[in-house]
């Protein structure tokens, strides 16, 4: 189980998501915890299985199981928070930014990882949702916590060709699927 095994599955007319999922996550200028727990947070929220195996299979060998652990909290919390945010903001009604949230993030003030870590894997969920306002949040986090723009570009690319990866999968078998 590896990223061969995607690149292996994607089809001839997505070579470019292939040599970009070899390039931009096997050979990453991140920190190992920082690429592969961006990349198993997104493979999360990609809700592909099979990306999902693959990756977190890989990334298990490459991470502790409190940071396996985190990137999966990191997911799991912004897959509510991209909702919420993205909704309050889109509904346009600024009444709705004085009104508490009330919702548990307790794993936001203790990850169990380094701070900036887990705020880089929330950014890059929030990518994959396309929440703006989560987007700006984590990104101005990660800025004050020292981390670089290439930094969190980096992030941005692993969750990109992660995401292109789940989509044309999720095609193909769909596409098997009604082929019978």
């Not at 994607?10 to 999922?21: G, Q």
């Not at 727990?37 to 493979?43: E, S």
Request: hydrophobic letters at 45%; one cysteine or more; charged letters at 20%.
């Amino acid at each position: 189980m590896s990223l061969d095994a995607l690149k292996d599955a994607l089809p001839e007319y997505a070579k470019d998501t292939k040599l970009n999922l070899g390039s931009v996550i096997g050979n990453s200028p991140l920190p190992a915890q920082q690429a592969w727990g961006t990349a198993l947070a997104v493979a999360v929220a990609c809700r592909n299985g099979q990306v999902l195996r693959e990756i977190a299979a890989e990334a298990a060998e490459k991470l502790s199981p409190e940071a396996v652990t985190a990137a999966k909290a990191a997911a799991s919390v912004m897959a509510m928070n991209n909702v919420y945010y993205r909704a309050k903001h889109l509904i346009g009604d600024e009444e709705y930014n004085s009104l508490p949230a009330r919702l548990r993030m307790q794993v936001i003030a203790k990850p169990g990882v380094d701070k900036v870590d887990f705020e880089l894997w929330c950014l890059a969920v929030s990518a994959i949702t396309g929440c703006g306002v989560c987007l700006e949040s984590h990104e101005k986090t990660l800025r004050g916590g020292g981390l670089s723009r290439d930094t969190v570009h980096e992030a941005l690319r692993i969750a990109a060709v992660v995401h292109a990866t789940a989509v044309t999968l999720d095609a193909e078998r769909e596409l098997a699927v009604a082929e019978g």
